[in-house]
């Protein structure tokens, strides 16, 4: 886990950090789903060297939706339309809860006045 950490450093601005990540699979990828404080990604691991590619990387402000599918499974489709369904090792209604937490404040009053 610390491997994961030591590259997210190197992902992230000067603005953003690490805030957790969970074991999981993307499809036929195994690797982890990182929480920072402005973005969520999917690192894929290639084998024991701990080397890293970025499947998947949508800053909070682009996220459309989050929920549980299973009791492992998570959806996240973005402000484009994808859907990315990550498995991970935790409880998937932790990690929606950890990424509803992350997500900017939505205004409860649309400013749009019907006249």
Known sequence: ???????T???????DEYKCCYRGNYGN???????????LMFLHE??????????FDVPYDRVADCNCV??????????????HQV????SSKLV???IRELLPPTPLFSTNVIP
Do not use: C, H, W
């Open 1 to 7: 886990m610390s491997k994961v950490i030591e590259y």
């Open 9 to 15: 450093r190197n992902l992230f601005g000067d603005e």
């Open 29 to 39: 990828k195994y690797g982890f789903l990182v929480l920072s404080n402005k973005r």
């Open 46 to 55: 290639r084998g024991l060297s701990a080397d890293f590619d970025k499947v």
């Open 70 to 83: 299973d009791r492992n499974l998570i959806s996240i489709r973005d402000a484009e339309g994808n859907t």
């Open 87 to 90: 498995q991970t090792s935790a």
């Open 96 to 98: 929606e809860q950890q």
